[in-house]
């Protein structure tokens, strides 16, 4: 009898050891996929504020050339858009060869736009 209740306890023990791997397996994997998938989230995000930047960087262009055709002014430029990006808008170069350059930012992320007349 007692040799029956050393095989059950061995047994018990055994089972618990595999559960314990077990579990630590799935752990593992799904700390994993919850990282893939936190870092996922960040570009998707950042993606949206990229695109918001170059709308702001294109917006900088088309106003600076606004300027230029109906005012004449090729002095630099920076301003707010209603969504909280900012423009810096700086003239390189003067006439004939005018080189604009235009940046655009909003939140973390910049992206600038050069435009060559």
Do not use: C, W
Not at 19 to 40: G, N, R
Not at 47 to 60: F, L, N, P, R
Not at 76 to 103: C, H, M, Q, R
């Amino acid at each position: 009898m007692k040799n029956h209740t050393k095989i059950i306890d061995r047994e018990k023990g055994i089972a618990i050891l595999i559960t314990v791997m077990i579990i630590s397996i799935v752990m593992l994997v799904a700390t994993l996929i919850a990282s893939v998938v936190s870092v996922q989230l960040k570009l998707a995000s950042d993606i949206g504020d990229s695109i918001t930047a170059i709308y702001a960087a294109d917006s900088g262009i088309e106003y600076k050339l606004y300027q230029i055709r109906k005012e004449g002014i090729l002095a630099d430029t920076e301003f707010s858009l209603s969504n909280g990006a900012i423009v810096s808008v700086t003239v390189l170069e003067a006439f004939p060869n005018l080189t604009i350059k235009s940046l655009g930012s909003y939140l973390l992320v910049k992206r600038q736009f050069e435009a060559d007349f």
